[in-house]
C-alpha cells in the first residue's frame, strides 16, 4: 500500500513538472481508478471490505479530480485550454469558469476567453496557405489542386484524435447488446454470484459514460475543424482578387456556409458502415439468416427518407421566397395604408401552406422511423419462428436483436441526410476549388509619378476581353490638390470611370496611372450596425479635434444635438432609423476623416437638401473647404458646383467629349452647354412648381390637414424618445417567457380540444409500446420456460405474432393522429400570430417607426416570426422525451418498489 501511494505522489510531482501530463499517463490512471471501483464494490457486495483497496481507491480518485480541476500557471488573457490537462480537455473542466458565470448571469464578451494562438485566423491561413502552395508544386496533373487535402494536413493531430474517439465511441455502443444478453442470461439462470451481475451491470454503465463522454469530444472537434475551415476559406477568399463582386460575395456567403454546414457529417462517411458492419455482425451471430430480414425492410427506409427529404428542401426553398416576399412588402410598407394588410396576409397564408407541405412531409418520415423497428422486428421474428423451432425466441434472443435494431435504426437514418448534405457540399467545394485555382488578376492601375491621376487611351469593360468596351480611349491628367468635375448624362460612364480608377474595371489596353492613396464615397451610403461615431472613425484613432472638424464641415452637428445620446447613438440595421441624407453625410464624414490623398466622389451631394449641399461644398470639397489641400474627383449632376472646380470633364456614351475649365467650356457652345442649358431650364421649372405647391396648400379648404410624415429622427420630440441606460447598445430583454404572455399569445389559438386530443394520442402510443415490450417479453420468457417444463401451457405462435402485429398497428396510428394534431395547432398558431402582429402594426402611430429601428420591425417578422414556425420539432421532442421517461418510470417504479419495499420492513 505505501509502495502504490509513494508512486501515486511521485506520479503528482511529475505532473507539475511537466506542462501537462501525458494522455497515456492519464488513461493508464483513469482505467486503473474504474477497475479498482469495480473491486471495491464486488469486495463490499461480498462481505469481504478491504479497507487498504478502499484507500488506495480514494488516492486514485483524489489524483484524477486534481488533474481534472487543475489550473496551470498562466498569464492574463490567455485560454486555459491551451495549458489544460488531458482530463480536463476530456471533461471540459477548462470551461468551468465561464459556465459558472454564465448561470449566474448572461455571458458578455469580456467572459469568453481568447483564442488560443494556434485557432486564430493568422495562424490558420498561413498553415493552410503553406500546405496549399506545397499540395500545387508536387502536383502533377492539370486538376484544379484541392483544398481538402492541404486543410486536412494541416488538422491531421485534430483530426487523427476525434476520428480514434469516434470509432471508439461506436464500439463501445455495440458492446451494449453483449452485455446485455449476459444479464438476460445472468438473471434467467440465477447460478451466478451477484457480484457477475453487479459488474455487468457496472460495465454497462461505465460504457455508457465512456461512449457520452468520447462522442462530445469528437463533436467538440468536429465543430472546431468546421470552423477553423470556415477561418481558412473566408480569409483564402479575400484575399484573393478577382471579379466580379457578386460571384466573390457568392462564393463566400453561400458555398462556404454549406461546406461549413457538412463538416460535422463528415465521420459519418465512415462511422455509418462501421456501424452497420458491426451491427450485422451481431444479429447474424444472435439471429442468423433471419437478420436479413430485418436489415431489408430497414433498407427499404432509405429511398424513402432520401425522397423526403429532397422535396422538403423544395418545399423550404419556395417558402423561404415567399417569406422574402413577405418581408419585403413590410419593409416597404412605410405609408402603412389598410389596403395592404390583405396583400400581406395572403402571402403569409401562402407561406403557411408551404410550411404545412414541410410539416407533413417531416412528421410523414418521423412516423416511418418510429414504426420502422416494429417493422424491422416482426420481419426479423417472424421469420426468426417460421425457420427454427417454436421454443428458440428466448429473452436472450428477442431483447438482444431489438437493442441492436434500435440501434441500427440511427446510422440507417443518417444515411439519407449524410448523402444530400455531402453532394451539396461536394458541388460548393467544387466551386471553392475553381475559383481558388484561377489565376489572380494582376493590377493593372499602375504607380503615379507627379499627378495624382494619368489616364492614357484606356479602354475598359466589366465583362472580359471578348466584350466591346464600355469606356472608350479614355485620356485625362488630374494634377495633385485638384478639383475635377466629372459631368455627363445619366449611363454616360461617370460612376464607370470612378471604377476604372479603383481598378475595378478590366483594362483592355492603355494605362492609368495612380498617385497617392485613395478615399471612395458611393452614390449608394452604406452604415454598419455600429453608433455614429463608429462609423466614422471606422477603426481609426481618434483625433478629438479633427473629429468635430469633420462634424461640422459635413453638417452633422445638428443632427447629433437632436440625439440622446449624440454621435454614441446606435444607427444600422438595429438601430435608429436615418434619414438618405444623413447616411450621405456620414458616408462623406467617415472618408473625410480617412485623410487621404485622392478623393473620388460619386455624386455624393445628390442625396441631401439643396442649401446643405452648398455648405458641405464650401465646407468639405471646395476650394476653401477641409479637402483643399487633396485631389478630388466629384462626379455631379448639379452643374451649379462646376464654378468653382480647376477642371471639368464630359463623359457621353463612355468617351470623354470636352475637357476644361468652367469659363472655357460655358461659351464653347458644345456638350458642357447643353447640359447646362438643360440644367437650368429644370431648376427653374422646379422653382415655378414649388410655388404653385405653396399656393395650393395656402388655399386648402377650412378643417383640412396637411399631414406630413419624415421617417427620419428630426421631428421626433424628446418624451418620444427610448432612454437607453447604456449608449450605442441595444437593450435586450432577458429571462423567461412570461407565462401569462405566453398563453395570451399561443395557446388561444390551439385551443383545448386539439391540445387535449394530442396529448390523449401520445399517451396512447407510449402505453401501447410499452404493452407490446411487454407482450414480447412474456412470449419470449414462455419460450425460455417450457425448454426447461414441458408441461408449461403455450399460445400459438400465430396469435403471438398477431396481437405484437396489432400492437405495432396500433402504435402508429396513435403517434400519426398525435403529429397530425400537432401539425394542426402548431400551423394555426403561426399564422395566427401573424395576423395581428400585422394589423397593429398598419395602426402604429408613426412615432412608433421614428423611433423603432427598421431593422427590429423586420426581424420580428422574419427571423422571430421563424421561431415560432420551427417550434413543431421543439415540441415534439419535448413531448417524446418526456413521456418516455415517464413510462421508464411507470414500467419500473412497481418492480422496484416490489423489491425494496420488503428490505426496508425488514430492518425496522
Excluded at 306 to 314: G, L, M
Aim: hydrophobic fraction near 45%; glycine fraction near 4%; proline fraction near 4%.
Amino acid at each position: 500500500m505505501s509502495r502504490k501511494i509513494s508512486v501515486g505522489l511521485s506520479f503528482c510531482v511529475l505532473s507539475r513538472r511537466l506542462k501537462e501530463p501525458h494522455p497515456v499517463i492519464s488513461l493508464a490512471l483513469l482505467s486503473t481508478l474504474i477497475l479498482k471501483i469495480v473491486e471495491i464494490i464486488v469486495k463490499a457486495i461480498e462481505g469481504d471490505f478491504d479497507a487498504a483497496a478502499s484507500a488506495e481507491g480514494a488516492l486514485l480518485m483524489a489524483e484524477v479530480a486534481l488533474l481534472a480541476e487543475a489550473k496551470p500557471r498562466q498569464k492574463q488573457n490567455v485560454s486555459p485550454e491551451e495549458k489544460s490537462s488531458f482530463f480536463s480537455r476530456l471533461f471540459f473542466c477548462w470551461m468551468n469558469e465561464v459556465v459558472r458565470t454564465g448561470a449566474s448571469r448572461p455571458l458578455i464578451n469580456e467572459d469568453l476567453y481568447p483564442l488560443a494562438e494556434k485557432c486564430t485566423s493568422h495562424s490558420l491561413i498561413e498553415i493552410f496557405d503553406r500546405e496549399f502552395q506545397h499540395q500545387k508544386t508536387k502536383q502533377k496533373s492539370t486538376e484544379p489542386t484541392s483544398l481538402v487535402w492541404p486543410f486536412v494536413r494541416s488538422q491531421k493531430k485534430l483530426i487523427i484524435t476525434i476520428t480514434l474517439s469516434r470509432m471508439v465511441a461506436d464500439v463501445v455502443h455495440y458492446l451494449n447488446p453483449l452485455l446485455l444478453k449476459q444479464l438476460i442470461d445472468y438473471v434467467s439462470l440465477k447460478d451466478q454470484p451477484l457480484s457477475f451481475g453487479i459488474c455487468i451491470a457496472l460495465i454497462m454503465f461505465l460504457s455508457a459514460e465512456i461512449r457520452s463522454m468520447l462522442q462530445n469530444f469528437q463533436v467538440s472537434g468536429m465543430f472546431k475543424l468546421a470552423v477553423y475551415y470556415q477561418s481558412t476559406l473566408q480569409n483564402a477568399i479575400l484575399k484573393k482578387p478577382i471579379e466580379p463582386l457578386a460571384r466573390f460575395l457568392n462564393h463566400a456567403a453561400v458555398d462556404i456556409e454549406i461546406v461549413i454546414h457538412s463538416i460535422p457529417y463528415l465521420q459519418n462517411t465512415w462511422s455509418v458502415p462501421f456501424q452497420v458492419t458491426l451491427a450485422m455482425t451481431m444479429l447474424w451471430l444472435t439471429l442468423g439468416p433471419p437478420a436479413l430480414a430485418g436489415v431489408a425492410v430497414m433498407a427499404l427506409f432509405i429511398p424513402l427518407n432520401i425522397f423526403t427529404s429532397k422535396f422538403v428542401k423544395r418545399s423550404q426553398m419556395a417558402q423561404m421566397k415567399a417569406k422574402d416576399e413577405r418581408t419585403k412588402l413590410s419593409n416597404e410598407l412605410y405609408a402603412w395604408e389598410e389596403s395592404f394588410e390583405k396583400k400581406i396576409n395572403e402571402l403569409r397564408a401562402e407561406e403557411v401552406r408551404l410550411l404545412r407541405n414541410v410539416c407533413v412531409l417531416s412528421r410523414i418520415v418521423d412516423v416511418a422511423n418510429a414504426a420502422s423497428p416494429f417493422l424491422v422486428a416482426i420481419a426479423s421474428f417472424s421469420t426468426f419462428v417460421l425457420l427454427n423451432e417454436p421454443n428458440a425466441l428466448t429473452p436472450s434472443v428477442a431483447f438482444v436483436a431489438l437493442t441492436i435494431f434500435n440501434q441500427l435504426r440511427q446510422p440507417m437514418r443518417m444515411v439519407a441526410n449524410v448523402i444530400n448534405t455531402l453532394v451539396q457540399a461536394m458541388v460548393s467545394n467544387k466551386r471553392l476549388k475553381e475559383f481558388m485555382n484561377e489565376d489572380e488578376l494582376v493590377r493593372k492601375v499602375e504607380t503615379s509619378i507627379g499627378n495624382a491621376v494619368v489616364v492614357r487611351e484606356a479602354n475598359l469593360n466589366w465583362k472580359g476581353p471578348d466584350a466591346p468596351p464600355v469606356l472608350k480611349n479614355i485620356t485625362a491628367t488630374v494634377r495633385t490638390n485638384q478639383l475635377v468635375a466629372i459631368v455627363g448624362s445619366v449611363g454616360g460612364g461617370k460612376s464607370s470611370f470612378l471604377s476604372a480608377l479603383l481598378d475595378e474595371m478590366n483594362l483592355l489596353s492603355g494605362r492609368i496611372k495612380i498617385g497617392g492613396t485613395i478615399a471612395y464615397v458611393p452614390q449608394q451610403s452604406w452604415i454598419f450596425n455600429k453608433s455614429v461615431k463608429e462609423n466614422i472613425l471606422f477603426g481609426s484613432p481618434e483625433d478629438p479635434t479633427f473629429y468635430q472638424d469633420v462634424i461640422k464641415s459635413c453638417q452633422l452637428e445638428s443632427d447629433l444635438s437632436r440625439l440622446d445620446n449624440g454621435d454614441d447613438t446606435l444607427v444600422g440595421e438595429n438601430g435608429i432609423t436615418l434619414s438618405g441624407g444623413q447616411k450621405a453625410r456620414i458616408s462623406l464624414a467617415r472618408a473625410v476623416y480617412q485623410d487621404r490623398e485622392i478623393y473620388l466622389l460619386d455624386d455624393t451631394l445628390s442625396a441631401v437638401d439643396a442649401h446643405v449641399g452648398h455648405a458641405i461644398f464650401e465646407n468639405v470639397i471646395g476650394p476653401n473647404g477641409l479637402l483643399r489641400h487633396k485631389t478630388r474627383l466629384l462626379v455631379t449632376h448639379n452643374l451649379q458646383y462646376t464654378r468653382n472646380v480647376d477642371r471639368i470633364y464630359v463623359i457621353e456614351d463612355g468617351q470623354i467629349v470636352e475637357q476644361g475649365t468652367y469659363d472655357d467650356l460655358k461659351t464653347m457652345g458644345g456638350p458642357f452647354q447643353n447640359l447646362y442649358e438643360e440644367f437650368e431650364s429644370k431648376q427653374s421649372e422646379k422653382e415655378k412648381k414649388d410655388g404653385d405647391e405653396e399656393n395650393l396648400i395656402d388655399g386648402q379648404v377650412e378643417g383640412a390637414a396637411l399631414v406630413k410624415r419624415k421617417l427620419t429622427v428630426d421631428k421626433i420630440k424628446d418624451s418620444d424618445r427610448p432612454k437607453d441606460n447604456k449608449t450605442g447598445v441595444e437593450t435586450v430583454q432577458l429571462g423567461r417567457v412570461n407565462k401569462k404572455r405566453l398563453r395570451s399569445l399561443f395557446l388561444p389559438r390551439w385551443d383545448g380540444s386539439i391540445r387535449s386530443a394530442f396529448f390523449l394520442f401520445f399517451m396512447s402510443h407510449f402505453a401501447i409500446m410499452s404493452l407490446r415490450s411487454l407482450w414480447l417479453s412474456d412470449w419470449s420468457n414462455e419460450n425460455a420456460e417450457s425448454k426447461s417444463n414441458s408441461n408449461v401451457t403455450k399460445i400459438s405462435t400465430e396469435f403471438r405474432l398477431a396481437v405484437y402485429a396489432g400492437f405495432g398497428v396500433c402504435e402508429i396510428l396513435t403517434l400519426s393522429c398525435a403529429f397530425a394534431l400537432l401539425t394542426l395547432g402548431t400551423l394555426r398558431a403561426s399564422y395566427g400570430l401573424h395576423a395581428p402582429l400585422i394589423r397593429s402594426l398598419l395602426r402604429a402611430p408613426i412615432t412608433f417607426f421614428d423611433i423603432t429601428p427598421v431593422g427590429r420591425i423586420i426581424n420580428r417578422l422574419s427571423r422571430d416570426l421563424d421561431v415560432i414556425d420551427k417550434l413543431q420539432d421543439s415540441l415534439r421532442m419535448l413531448t417524446q422525451n418526456l413521456f418516455n421517461v415517464v413510462t421508464i418510470m411507470v414500467l419500473l417504479l412497481p418492480k422496484v418498489s416490489m423489491e425494496l419495499l420488503p428490505s426496508g420492513l425488514s430492518r425496522r
